[in-house]
Nanobody, 115 residues
Framework: QVQLVESGGGLAQPGGSLRLSCAAS????????MGWYRQAPGEQRDMVAF???????NYADSVKGRFTISRDNAKNMAYLQMNSLRPEDTAVYYC?????????WGRGTQVTVSS
């Protein structure tokens, strides 16, 4: 059974940093792509960043230059380094992995940016 578990969320001050981790288990072949979405209260779930097997990355305009996505295929892990955090980054962050036409989701980790 494929599972994705996020960690690293919490409270940060504006301008601060957090690093999210996503641990995948139960997979035989590496995900074609891994990424992060986020959902603020009352809002839709929006793409934040993703990374494909080649290492190419893509970011939402709102996080470009502040967030960095990476992955460790040997460990089946993905990471999201978040710098220069803003109150509008407050949301539940969800990790996902794509494999054989199916998307697997984690349960999310809360990120709150507040002074």
């Amino acid at each position: 059974q494929v599972q994705l578990v996020e960690s690293g969320g919490g409270l940060a001050q504006p301008g601060g940093s957090l690093r999210l981790s996503c641990a995948a288990s139960g997979i035989i072949f590496r995900f074609n792509a891994m990424g992060w979405y986020r959902q603020a209260p009352g809002e839709q779930r929006d793409m934040v960043a993703f990374i494909v097997n080649s290492g190419s990355t893509n970011y939402a305009d709102s996080v470009k230059g502040r967030f960095t996505i990476s992955r460790d295929n040997a460990k089946n892990m993905a990471y999201l380094q978040m710098n220069s955090l803003r109150p509008e980054d407050t949301a539940v962050y969800y990790c996902y992995g794509d494999q054989f036409g199916r998307r697997y989701w984690g349960r999310g980790t809360q990120v709150t940016v507040s002074s």
